[in-house]
């Protein structure tokens, strides 16, 4: 459809394998705007639909995957890494949210959430707060980065007195090994065994979360950009951790153990490996994937160990034509 309003144009891409080389080709796509991680939204119950914002010329402006679910009388639409803007699209900000808004139709009683996570651009933003979004900060909304641009001295240097010894400890056990895994049957069985260590570990920890595990084994498995590590002990396997990449950003995604790696101190090796990776593909930050200390001390204080660099991974943009409604779900999400 054209948005009379804009003269732009927005059309839904169907092909994935086009999407994704779409989302790839910006400096900011993610795994959260590739086509694999709206696959695994929609089979958790969402209606997902990728549509792209082109101008007169047909150059594409911006990229929008959009997951709808419906609750009640009210629809709820979730607009996860991005939109990105390509090159000509930023200075195009606000054009190509108003064609977006246009498309999508929202109801009285709907709302659009938009979570860049991590994928934000100056035109971006600038469209989203000239369009009335409405930004809702949350205290969660914060990760631990290293700056891999510095070296890997540098990183070493910074790092607690605690943290360097328990690295030292895990280099020196001979017996413990780690593999990056590249072959997809080896990557199958790798989730297979984080999915276990998973579960065992969210009921020894006592937390939930609505990941699925199953719903995203095949997801991760083949795709080159999900870093797969396991680390074992001998013959026991001991740890999984799983790290996805971008052009400028090597990501802690999820890790699982058992209670042999607290001894071993196989994630602080774990953890390290990565940076290294990370440096060796040209990443500029390794972003260590969210931190939660008033909920979550344990992990908080274990990744602090190695930075304290702060950042925020930015607020949730709400969009909505009821305001009651809207101040309503910024009042739940800030909590």
Same mark, same amino acid.
């Given at each position: 459809m054209t948005d009379q309003e804009t003269g732009l144009r927005v059309l839904a891409l169907t092909d994935a394998p086009q999407w994704d080389e779409a989302v790839w080709a910006q400096p900011r796509g993610t795994i959260f705007s590739a086509s694999g991680w709206g696959t695994y939204k929609a =089979? =958790? #119950?969402?209606?997902?639909?990728?549509?792209?914002?082109?101008?007169?010329? #047909?150059?594409?402006? $911006?990229?929008?995957?959009?997951? =709808?679910?419906?609750? #009640?009388?009210?629809?709820?639409?979730?607009?996860? $890494?991005?939109?990105?803007?390509?090159?000509?699209g930023?200075?195009?900000?606000?054009?190509?949210?108003?064609?977006?808004?246009?498309?999508?139709?929202? #109801?009285?009683?709907?709302?659009?959430?938009?979570?860049?996570?991590q994928a934000e651009s100056p035109g971006a933003v600038l469209g989203l707060l000239a369009t009335g979004f409405r930004p809702v900060?949350?205290?969660?909304?914060?990760t631990l980065e290293v700056d891999l641009t510095r070296g890997l001295d540098t990183v070493q240097a910074e790092m607690e007195q605690r943290w360097r010894k328990a690295l030292r400890k895990a280099e020196r056990n001979a017996a413990l090994t780690l593999r990056f895994l590249d072959d997809?049957?080896?990557r199958l069985r790798a989730f297979d065994a984080f999915t276990a260590m998973y579960a065992a570990?969210?009921?020894r920890k006592g937390f939930s979360n609505d990941f699925d595990a199953a719903s995203y084994r095949d997801l991760a498995a083949n795709d080159p950009r999900h870093v797969m590590l396991e680390v074992r002990e001998g013959e026991e396997?001991?740890?999984?951790r799983i790290a996805h990449v971008s052009r400028d =950003?090597?990501?802690d995604f999820f890790t699982a153990s058992t209670e042999r790696a607290k001894a071993n101190a196989a994630a602080y090796l774990a953890v390290w490996s990565f940076i290294r990776r990370g440096a060796e593909e040209g990443c500029r930050v390794f972003d260590f994937g969210g931190i939660d200390p008033a909920n979550n001390r344990g992990v908080y204080d274990f990744k602090r160990g190695l930075t304290r660099n702060v950042a925020s991974t930015g607020p949730l943009w709400l969009y909505g034509r009821n305001r009651l409604v809207t101040a309503a779900a910024g009042a739940v999400l800030a909590r």
């Open positions: =089979r =958790r #119950g969402a209606a997902v639909e990728r549509l792209s914002v082109v101008d007169e010329a #047909g150059d594409c402006l $911006g990229l929008a995957q959009v997951q =709808r679910r419906r609750r #009640g009388p009210a629809r709820q639409l979730y607009l996860q $890494g991005g939109p990105l803007l390509t090159h000509k930023e200075r195009q900000g606000e054009a190509v949210m108003r064609a977006l808004l246009a498309h999508l139709a929202l #109801g009285p009683l709907d709302l659009l959430v938009v979570d860049f996570n900060a949350k205290a969660s909304r914060h997809p049957a080896e570990l969210k009921t396997l001991c740890l999984v =950003r090597f990501t």
